[in-house]
């Protein structure tokens, strides 16, 4: 398999060495072997969903390639949402907020001359 698979687990628990999963993903790994590696991965549920999802790639010709793509997809999912995002927001323009203001000011005086004129 490809060295750079070998890092996946490179944060998880040290009771897994990436080398013999790489091994036991290939099934290089003898039956006694085997045996004991599934048995670790009973303690830990996050290893073995890991394992599980790492089997899948087994029948692809390049994992990495895959990651990549799935990757650019999130990556352009992402700018999408975002772009959405800023449509939808209102846009920074110092003069409709100016406007308002001013708008509400000329409101304000007139009730005040109003009321006291009616006064």
Known sequence: MNDDLLNILS???KDIDNQKL???LSDKLSAEERH???SNLL??????????GLEHFKNTKDPLAFAEQLNRNLQLQLQKKKSAKEKRRLKDNPWIYSTIILIILIILIAFFVIWKYLH
């Open 11 to 13: 944060n998880s628990n």
């Open 22 to 24: 790489m091994d036991y």
């Open 36 to 38: 004991e590696f599934e």
């Open 43 to 52: 303690n830990s549920e996050l290893e073995s969903d890991a394992v599980e």
